[in-house]
């Protein structure tokens, strides 16, 4: 089998901050959330992975390269436009030939990974199987609606959904998908639906399975995603301790701290990720938070947020909370205080806070 991972898109959702970076390389857990996807397919076997790229294709391929990193052969698919997950699939098949393949949403994250479901898919042969997870606001996806074991009906987005079972953005499909790509018609959107070409295949009698996922699924597209997924990962580290730690800071919990980053006079509340070079100094970092390389967190309080590669939160009165702070931002405090902060800065950034 072969990967196809999508990873074009403007991120619209995570303005300002994806006017200046891919949305599928803001970090989750101080790790671009593109990098786990790569990391699923390769988990599972898979060595030839496509890549989509768009508007952001020269990042994309700066951060990933050839992908021998993870052990695969990474070739990139130019798409011109954002034109629909179908159009993705279309523009593939070159790359694909007849092989089987498994199509991941590059700013998806699944906790369990595909293993399972890639085995599955091999050894039963349908024409497709999807993953389908419940959720409370199905009106927001593609919804899938079942008979049994057997998938009747799948809507994009549906204002009235006849199920709460959501498409998470991990699909497995044979080469028979191509020709459904092939005989459906753009939508409203003008785009072509991955939801319209599996409703093809249904129609034509072909096998498409469902699959409801039994973990955590976290479509990371909108601010309060981000940090959801960034609170499950943080869950899952194991501490540890390479960097330098004075006599008068006290680290709780799950606590990474990568080597080259300073802790003085401090209270690191896990789970925390700290990462190289990064200083923090007489502060306080709470619970779920992600501290990227060469940060500085000086007599300022802050938790459940993410605070991006060269960034400075300084002397402020309250603390940060559910913020996700960009490259190269400088917040600090001025005379006047307001009673609280929350933030959503894009790259290069400055904040004055005034007391």
């Not at 699924?217 to 960034?230: F, I, R, S, Y």
């Not at 400075?312 to 996700?324: E, F, G, I, M, T």
Request: overall charge negative; charged content about 30%; aromatic content about 6%.
């Amino acid at each position: 089998m072969k990967g196809l991972i999508l990873s074009g898109g403007k991120g619209t959702r995570l303005r300002p901050l994806t006017y200046t970076r891919a949305k599928q390389l803001v970090p989750v857990a101080n790790k671009p959330v593109l990098f786990y996807g790569i990391e699923a397919l390769a988990e599972a076997g898979i060595r030839d992975i496509g890549i989509v790229v768009g508007d952001t294709a020269a990042e994309i391929k700066q951060a990933v390269g050839d992908g021998s990193r993870w052990g695969v052969r990474v070739t990139y698919i130019e798409q011109d436009a954002p034109r629909g997950l179908a159009h993705a699939v279309l523009i593939s098949e070159p790359f694909m030939g007849r092989e089987p393949f498994v199509m991941y949403l590059g700013d998806n994250l699944l906790n369990k990974g595909i293993v399972r479901f890639v085995r599955e898919f091999e050894r039963d042969q349908p024409a497709a199987q999807i993953l389908l997870a419940r959720v409370p606001d199905p009106q927001m996806f593609g919804v899938a609606e079942l008979d049994g074991e057997r998938v009747v009906r799948l809507v994009e987005k549906p204002k009235e959904p006849k199920s709460d079972l959501a498409l998470v953005g991990v699909y497995l499909f044979s080469r028979h998908v191509f020709d459904s790509v092939k005989r459906i018609k753009p939508s409203f959107r003008n785009e072509l639906e991955i939801t319209d070409a599996i409703q093809d295949l249904i129609d034509r009698g072909l096998d498409v399975r469902p699959h409801i996922v039994d973990g955590w699924w976290k479509d990371t597209g909108k601010l309060e995603d981000m940090l959801e997924a960034n609170r499950l990962i943080l869950d899952t580290i194991e501490a540890r301790v390479d960097g330098e730690v004075d006599a008068e800071s006290r680290i709780e919990g799950k606590v990474v701290i990568e080597a080259g980053a300073v802790v003085e006079r401090s209270v690191i509340r896990g789970p925390v990720i700290i990462g190289a070079g990064a200083r923090i100094v007489h502060a306080y970092v709470g619970p779920f938070t992600a501290i990227m390389n060469d940060v500085e967190i000086r007599d300022s309080e802050i938790e459940h947020s993410i605070v991006l590669e060269g960034s400075s939160v300084c002397d402020l009165a309250n603390r940060v909370v559910d913020s996700l702070i960009g490259k190269n931002v400088r917040i600090f405090r001025e005379p006047v205080k307001p009673s609280a902060y929350r933030f959503m800065l894009g790259d290069n950034s400055e904040v004055g806070i005034r007391w």
